[in-house]
């Protein structure tokens, strides 16, 4: 019975394993990445290389948005953190789709439109919805691997048995397919309790998506259950607009009540809905800056006399939620931790590498290079240097394309968006021409596009390492140094698949 | 061979949809369960939380359990008792 156990664990470890693995290894990637998004931000978009602001111009944000967005529905104003020094307003244009431009916090008018997507834009979203926008494919796909990859991390441990044991092995002058079975397990274990919390808890997230109907019962006595739910559990204020033009009072005397309320600390956003409309009104959500939990602490404020109109914090267990998410999300202030969580996520992405590795190597012995060794072969390489190639690729149109650039009716971010899915697709098809020895070419071309990134951002905005290091600019200068570290990662990679001539190996190589 | 792709096919997709429905009747019926004793929407999101776990036993079990019948009787049942509980909880009201 145990052995069958263990046989039927191992079945669906390798085969779960094999037929995900690369839709895993692209959620894990940007979501690596999305730890540093801000930073990426700051890199990708010269003009919001600025000092954290004392304070910010509100009114004439405000002004701008009458500017910008005179006839939108609502105005939502991201405020300025320590990572995020612009004001950001989000408002729908006439088609209902979100646009967003970025405020000079001390001014108060638009900074110079940047044309990217850039991190918090492109690679966050890509983690969680691949941004495949049919229905909510993406999302329902990253679920399905995130539950995969639950039971993956469980069957493994069945699978390897001896997990005390693995923790302290790692022969990496032994051959290859030895020292990668240990990368594998070292990595699988150490990081076991990182990756099963985090997987868990991105599921947790979008708990609301994955289980729609959890409320059918609860509330079967409500018209729209989950929408009740909702609104009950997470706070919803509603007003319709009057339809009659009105004034919007100081929302500086809003911030200050809100400040008062929730113990001197700010709004994360403030929304003002239905501007101009007699009827309006503020929203503002607590900042996620001092505590995990993304909250959901909300007051609502007259948009016209300032009176508050409604204030929710969420019940306990929905708190719980919320730190949960908060554990995924960090948004709080921590650097060690999130230097930790980057390299959290890096060991997640060489588990997953490694196993494919270790497949390969095993069919590679019995079957030689037909057949489905080779397909997996191809969409290995594809996967994983291939999206890291990709990936790059994007950092270098960024800093290559001009701010005006335009080709076939795309604006510029889409172009680079363009950029990036013609350089993975290329990727995978010169991984199945090519097949083991495709890992060599683009760990070559990793190593030279990620040193090309480091000096175009010193050509193109003049803030070149020396100078980013010596004024302490972290954002930039640690993106750059990442850069040149996953470079020389990169290379070293390429010269030892050179010297032995085999399969690759499944070091770290990121850009 | 084509028999024991079909026992494949089928344990996966017991798996993962099996395992679904399966997991959407424990969080409707745990949810509705504990509104007894906590307010509704404190019952309803720890329901739908634990409901990741239920899916990730169930679905490693699915791989595990030799008797496919089993499968089929325990979370195709599930999924039908998912089913009536979300289809038809409006019109039992």
Redesign the interface.
């Known amino acids: 019975m145990v052995a069958s156990w263990r046989e039927s664990m191992r079945w669906q470890h390798t085969w779960v394993g094999v037929v995900l693995g690369a839709l895993l290894f692209a959620i894990f990637w940007m979501g690596t990445l999305s730890v540093f998004d801000k930073e990426i931000d700051r890199w990708m978009m010269p003009a919001t290389r600025l000092a954290p602001p004392e304070s910010v111009a509100l009114q004439s944000a405000v002004a701008s948005a009458r500017q910008v967005a005179p006839d939108s529905p609502r105005w939502r104003f991201m405020l300025p953190t320590s990572r995020a020094p612009q004001v950001r307003l989000y408002h729908p244009d006439a088609d209902g789709r979100l646009q967003s431009v970025d405020l000079d916090p001390r001014t108060g008018r638009p900074l110079p439109e940047q044309g990217t997507l850039a991190g918090s834009g492109f690679i966050f979203p890509f983690h969680f919805s691949l941004h495949l926008k049919a229905g909510q494919l993406g999302y329902w796909l990253v679920g399905l691997a995130g539950m995969a990859m639950l039971t993956l991390l469980v069957s493994g441990l069945v699978v390897h048995r001896k997990p005390i044991r693995d923790l302290f092995t790692f022969r990496p002058h032994k051959r290859l397919g030895r020292a990668n079975l240990d990368l594998h397990n070292l990595t699988g274990v150490v990081g076991l309790p990182f990756h099963f919390i985090m997987t868990l808890s991105g599921l947790i997230i979008f708990v609301n998506i994955y289980f729609p109907d959890a409320a059918a019962l609860a509330y079967d006595d409500t018209a729209d259950p989950q929408g009740t739910f909702l609104e009950e559990g997470l706070g919803r204020f509603n007003r319709p607009p009057a339809g009659e033009p009105g004034s919007l009072a100081s929302l500086d005397i809003m911030l200050s009540r809100a400040r008062a309320e929730w113990s001197g600390e700010g709004p994360a956003f403030i929304r003002v809905w239905h501007p101009g409309d007699a009827a309006s009104y503020v929203e503002m959500r607590r900042s996620n800056q001092n505590m995990v939990r993304i909250n959901r602490d909300q007051i609502y404020f007259d948009g016209g006399t300032g009176e508050v109109l409604y204030r929710f914090e969420a019940k306990p267990l929905m708190k719980t939620q919320r730190f949960i998410a908060g554990l995924h999300f960090i948004q709080f202030e921590h650097w060690p931790l999130r230097w930790l969580y980057f390299g959290g996520g890096l060991s997640g992405c060489v588990m997953i590498v490694t196993g494919f590795i270790f497949w390969l190597q095993a069919r590679r012995k019995r079957h030689g290079r037909q057949g489905a060794v080779r397909v997996v072969e191809g969409l290995t390489v594809g996967s994983v240097t291939g999206l890291i190639l990709a990936t790059v690729a994007f950092f270098i149109a960024n800093r290559l394309l001009p701010l005006e650039a335009r080709w076939a009716g795309y604006e510029r971010a889409a172009l680079e968006v363009w950029v990036f899915f013609l350089v993975w697709l290329g990727a995978f098809v010169h991984g199945w021409l090519q097949g083991s020895n495709a890992w060599r070419g683009q760990c070559w071309a990793i190593a030279g596009l990620a040193v090309g990134a480091v000096a175009l951002n010193a050509v193109t905005t003049g803030d070149h390492l020396l100078k980013t290091l010596a004024e302490g600019y972290w954002p930039v200068a640690g993106m750059d140094l990442v850069l040149l570290a996953g470079a020389a990662l990169a290379a070293w990679c390429a010269r030892r698949l050179t010297q032995r001539q085999t399969a690759g190996s499944g070091e770290v190589d990121f850009g | 061979m084509a028999r024991q792709w079909s026992r494949t096919v089928q344990r996966v997709g017991l798996a993962?949809a099996g395992g679904y429905g399966f997991s959407?009747a424990a969080?409707?019926?745990l949810?509705?369960l504990?509104?007894a004793v906590?307010?509704?929407?404190?019952?309803?999101?720890?329901?739908?939380?634990l409901?990741?776990?239920v899916?990730?036993g169930v679905?490693?079990w699915a791989?595990?359990e030799?008797r496919l019948l089993t499968l089929w009787l325990v979370l195709g049942g599930g999924s039908v008792a998912?089913w009536l509980?979300?289809g038809l909880?409006?019109e039992?009201?």
């Open positions: 993962a959407l969080v409707v019926l949810g509705w504990l509104s906590l307010p509704r929407s404190e019952a309803v999101v720890l329901a739908a939380m409901g990741f776990l899916y990730l679905s490693l791989f595990a030799q998912a509980m979300v909880a409006p039992v009201a």
